[in-house]
């Protein structure tokens, strides 16, 4: 399949306070990808990265086979960062596998580490 976007060895260091350490990961064209993790985890930081409005301080990113700060890449980049209102009675996966319903690509599921679901 074909890489999308590829992070490799990323890490955000603000002032002395680390924010990402050295994650890498990549997506394939057709998958659905979530970052999950509690407050203060580094995510919203990686997206940001990701999208070209952070510069990593170690590692590299790339979209599309382009830095994200390419206006190629820039062009078909869009994000909603931060305050998205969710139902509070339900959990993530229910919220995305209600959302994903009517998605009509292979989904795939990273439930942590070491594991993936299909």
Known sequence: MEK???????SKTFKHKKAVNNVSFHVEKGQIVALLGPNGAGKTTTISMMLGLKDPSEGSVSIFGKSPKHRAVRNRLGAMLQEVS????ISVEETNSGT????KVPIVIRTGKDGVRA
């Open 4 to 10: 999308i976007i590829e992070v490799n060895g990323v």
């Open 86 to 89: 969710v139902i509070d009675s």
């Open 100 to 103: 994903l319903l009517t998605v």
